[in-house]
């Protein structure tokens, strides 16, 4: 009975093309970007056809895909297995049933992600390749099927609560805090933009065009901070309400709608890479701004491929009503650099960082040891004059000045002063004088290409030596400015190598280097120490780098 109906309503209920009309719009809403108008359209066609009738597989997949685009998972593997049993009974749909197959299972995936399950959340989701529409599925329905979700939104134990100065508790704005405790590396949340573009410049396009057909849209844009000290903010509970896992559905036609400052939103949220792409999202625009280390505990990640979609894992391990934070630009400048950045993002960074910097560093011995060090412009010129030549003894010689200051700012955080300087003191200061380290560095390269030369510069196992403190300096400046970061991970990999290469002379410091870095992939990737396998030809540590380089 149910093939000879399914045959019957293929060739009357759709038998042509003027008999789908609905089917037709809910999938040319989908290729056009229009999710909430392709499932308001669906909600219509399913109306239409009443419960005695029965959709074809090709109206199924296409309700499935407005589903999933709409964030309603479980819909959508409901609809894509029952695209899957119309196909089989449907006359001339067989070939059909293997391709709907493949998208069920995505379709489950979507639905585990959304939940917090799944390998892209959970484990390395940089090995998860991003599905592909199966070939074998007509090439009419490709353009609506483009709209099929990569990754799914996720909200993990997060809310957006007002965010107090710590010294004067004063409320500062709204801001993104754990409610649970977070293992460092756990997944906090997954979203998909609310509008992207190829550049800041079409991105307000991009969000006009999506308020006109997306309700959450329009709240987005209402709950987003547009750079006006005169408004108030809506309270944290609107926030969460929007900016959570909630379906979106099409504006109602009569709805009341004014036109949000769409620059103001770009300048006060946007995130861009470069200049091929911006996006503004919704969750993750609730996350202030850190410049130390510790302080952002947050790790972003921009998926471009994945629709998109922008990942945050826990940076460390996070207690209750931690709140959550991310770099919103590089912080590896000096105090005034990085205040000029801030003010573009309309306030001035005060975090510990900064106030250490501005406050507790100057007219103390430490302060006057790094101020000595970036005084020494002369140290500049010289190395921009050795670039291009062969080593010879001017990169010793200047190697020995560049090393003398940086052990000058060493053995001022240890010296017996009134003040006692943290661990993150001492990597801030070394953050400051970094482009001293990093001159100390090239100066030992070139030694070492020297003496691979034939051109024995200084003692090899002297070189050795002050290779492993220049990386663990520069390291230490990573681990307190831009932690996880790229150039942080390479550093953590280079001195545990460095150590390595030693033989073991000093057996704890390279435990510890290693441990450090088989603990950054950890966090940054999700990759066990067996996994990384340091020290063995199999390595991944060089490969991952290379993907969270590109």
Request: hydrophobic residues 45%; contains cysteine.
């Amino acid at each position: 009975w149910l093939a000879a109906r399914l045959s019957q309503l293929g060739g009357a209920i759709f038998g042509g093309e003027a008999d789908r009309p609905l089917l037709r719009t809910v999938q040319r809403h989908l290729a056009d970007g229009e999710p909430a108008l392709a499932w308001a359209a669906g909600v219509r066609l399913r109306a239409q056809i009443g419960e005695a009738e029965v959709l074809d597989a090709e109206a199924l997949a296409a309700l499935a895909v407005a589903a999933a685009a709409t964030g309603r998972h479980a819909a959508a593997v409901e609809d894509f297995r029952a695209a899957v049993l119309a196909a089989q009974q449907q006359t001339g749909a067989q070939d059909l049933v293997g391709p709907l197959e493949v998208l069920v299972s995505w379709a489950a995936s979507l639905h585990e992600q959304s939940l917090g399950r799944g390998d892209l959340l959970n484990g390395p989701f940089w090995r998860w390749e991003a599905p592909e529409v199966p070939q074998r599925l007509p090439e009419a329905w490709r353009r609506w099927l483009a709209a099929l979700p990569k990754v799914a939104e996720y909200v993990g134990p997060v809310e957006v609560r007002w965010a107090h100065d710590p010294a004067t508790g004063a409320r500062r704005g709204r801001g993104l805090f754990v409610t649970a405790p977070v293992k460092a590396g756990s997944t906090l949340l997954a979203s998909w933009p609310v509008a992207q573009a190829r550049s800041s410049a079409e991105l307000v396009a991009a969000m006009r065009r999506n308020a006109r057909h997306s309700s959450r849209a329009r709240a987005a844009y209402a709950n987003l901070d547009d750079g006006n000290k005169e408004r108030v903010l809506p309270e944290p509970e609107a926030a969460n309400a929007v900016f959570g896992t909630a379906t979106d559905e099409a504006p109602p036609p009569d709805a009341p709608y004014v036109e949000p400052n769409f620059l103001g939103i770009i300048n006060a949220n946007c995130f861009s890479r470069q200049a091929d792409w911006a996006a503004v999202y919704g969750l993750p625009s609730m996350l202030n701004h850190d410049c130390s280390g510790h302080g952002a505990t947050a790790l972003k990640l921009v998926v471009t491929y994945l629709d998109g979609a922008i990942i945050f894992r826990a940076a460390r391990d996070l207690e209750v009503d931690e709140e959550l934070c991310h770099r919103y630009f590089d912080t590896e400048g000096a105090l005034s650099a990085r205040h000029a950045l801030s003010q573009r993002w309309g306030f001035l960074c005060d975090c510990r960082r900064c106030h250490f910097e501005a406050a507790k560093l100057p007219g103390t011995m430490l302060g006057r040891a790094v101020e000595l060090s970036l005084a020494a412009k002369h140290l500049g010129e010289q190395l921009e004059a050795l670039r291009g030549g062969a080593a010879s003894d001017a990169h010793v010689a200047l190697l020995r000045e560049l090393l003398a200051l940086c052990d000058a700012v060493e053995k001022a955080s240890t010296a017996e002063e009134e003040e006692v300087w943290s661990d993150e003191d001492v990597g801030w200061c070394f953050s400051l004088v970094k482009p001293l380290c990093n001159a100390s560095l090239f100066c030992l390269v070139k030694v070492a290409e020297g003496a691979s030369r034939g051109t024995q510069l200084m003692d090899a196992d002297e070189a050795s030596a002050l290779r492993c403190l220049v990386l663990k300096r520069i390291a230490a400046a990573w681990e307190h400015s831009e932690r996880w970061s790229f150039d942080h991970l390479m550093n953590l990999h280079m001195h545990w190598a460095a150590l390595a290469k030693r033989q073991l002379e000093d057996v704890e410091a390279t435990s510890h280097a290693r441990r450090r870095c088989e603990q950054g992939f950890l966090v940054r990737f999700g990759v066990d120490a067996a996994d990384l396998a340091l020290g063995t030809p199999g390595s991944r540590a060089l490969g991952l780098l290379k993907c969270l380089k590109s």
